[in-house]
Nanobody, 117 residues
Framework: QVQLQESGPGLVKPSQTLSLTCTVSGDSITTNDRYWGWIRQPPGKGLEWMGAIGYSGSTYYSPSLKSRTSISRDTSKNQFTLQLMSVTPEDTAVYYC?????????WGQGTQVTVSS
């Protein structure tokens, strides 16, 4: 059974960097044709795809967030990490990590991140 679990601080101050880690079990982040993404949902809004890292380590970003986003991985821990820089209150959202294999088929439970001073 594939499981994903997000972890990180629930409160971040404006202008700081939001950092979240997704720990994967039941699959390897280096398995061919797997992509591992970050998606968020601001309050009252729809899902927004932020970016992904592929099985080879290649990264892909939403054009609207590319300048502030970095996704990396630690293959020894089977984890991948999101960093979102220079956050504002508009970055307040539930953040999800998910596996893509043709579609986003496995998701973490999501973690609430609030940007506030």
């Amino acid at each position: 059974q594939v499981q994903l679990q997000e972890s990180g601080p629930g409160l971040v101050k404006p202008s700081q960097t939001l950092s979240l880690t997704c720990t994967v079990s039941g699959d390897s982040i280096t398995t061919n044709d797997r992509y591992w993404g970050w998606i968020r949902q601001p309050p009252g809004k729809g899902l927004e795809w932020m970016g992904a890292i592929g099985y080879s380590g290649s990264t892909y970003y939403s054009p609207s967030l590319k300048s502030r986003t970095s996704i990396s991985r630690d293959t020894s821990k089977n984890q991948f990490t999101l960093q979102l820089m220079s956050v504002t209150p508009e970055d307040t959202a539930v953040y999800y990590c998910a596996r893509e294999w043709s579609s986003y088929d496995y998701w973490g439970q999501g973690t609430q991140v609030t940007v506030s001073s």
